[in-house]
Nanobody, 118 residues
Framework: QVRLVESGGGLVQAGGSLRLSCAAS????????MSWHRQAPGKQRELVAT?????GTDYADSVKGRFTISRDNFLVYLQMNSLKPEDTAVYYC??????????????WGQGTQVTVSS
């Protein structure tokens, strides 16, 4: 059974850095896109960064120049620098995974809390 497990969230002061990790496991044949999303209280979930083999990386305008997404096989990372209070949210990992049966589908992690204090 496919699982995505995030880690690395926490409390940091504005201007600080955090590195999120997400490990995918369980019957995986291949992974196309991997991405990070976030959801702040009272707001909709939004896409933060994506990494694919064909198109490379893409970022939300709000995090360009501060966040970096990278990938190592079934692991995806989000390096977050120059953090701002508005970056406070639950961060979720997403992956488009093919298990060898049918079509690829999206899987989500359980989320990790990032809190940036001013």
């Amino acid at each position: 059974q496919v699982r995505l497990v995030e880690s690395g969230g926490g409390l940091v002061q504005a201007g600080g850095s955090l590195r999120l990790s997400c490990a995918a496991s369980g019957g995986i044949f291949s992974i196309n896109a991997m991405s990070w999303h976030r959801q702040a209280p009272g707001k909709q979930r939004e896409l933060v960064a994506t990494i694919t083999r064909r198109r490379g990386t893409d970022y939300a305008d709000s995090v360009k120049g501060r966040f970096t997404i990278s990938r190592d096989n079934f692991l995806v990372y989000l390096q977050m620098n120059s953090l701002k209070p508005e970056d406070t949210a639950v961060y979720y990992c997403n992956a488009e995974i093919w298990t060898g049966d049918g079509r690829p589908r999206d899987y989500w992690g359980q989320g990790t809390q990032v809190t940036v204090s001013s």
